[in-house]
């Protein structure tokens, strides 16, 4: 069923429903492919001097979208403040040093993923967000040209 829309009023009604599903669906692609790369990081080394807690590997949230004036905003992130078992180093050390492929800030192998800069890198940088928003819009029904 076609839906004529005249005025920017009548396109934010039309939209803001599925807006709302489309953005819980971009931000769960981006939650996804954080704890793909937090498992990545984690199989790159296996430390011999220290028992691994974990905390970093279970450390992704993604918060619901909810409406905030007229957008509809989700956050995906890694919560470095409830990473407080490590010794000599934050939870914002920790992250920050992952972030450069460092485990413990030592650099123990090639293969050891930048967790946030992959996960932009594979969500956002290379337009699959963009693509993912395309699709479930025309999905819907609405007309869209990129």
Not at 87 to 110: F, K, P, R, Y
Request: proline residues 3%.
């Amino acid at each position: 069923m076609k839906k004529y829309i005249s005025n920017m009023n009548e396109l934010e009604k039309a939209l803001m429903p599925e807006m709302m599903k489309m953005v819980d669906v971009l931000a769960e692609r981006v939650y996804e492919t954080l704890n793909y790369f937090l498992q990545e990081y984690y199989s790159s080394y296996t430390p011999s001097l220290y028992q691994r807690q974990y905390d970093f590997l279970h450390s992704a949230v993604k918060v619901e979208p909810k409406m905030i004036g007229n957008k509809v905003v989700a956050c995906v992130y890694i919560d470095y403040d409830s990473m407080d078992d490590y010794i000599n180093a934050t939870g914002h050390q920790v992250v920050s040093w992952a972030n450069q492929g460092l485990h413990g800030g030592l650099d123990v192998g090639n293969n050891t993923p930048h967790v946030w800069n992959d996960t932009m890198d594979e969500t956002i940088n290379n337009g699959e967000l963009l693509k993912l928003a395309i699709q479930y819009l025309k999905s819907k029904g609405f007309s869209v040209r990129a």
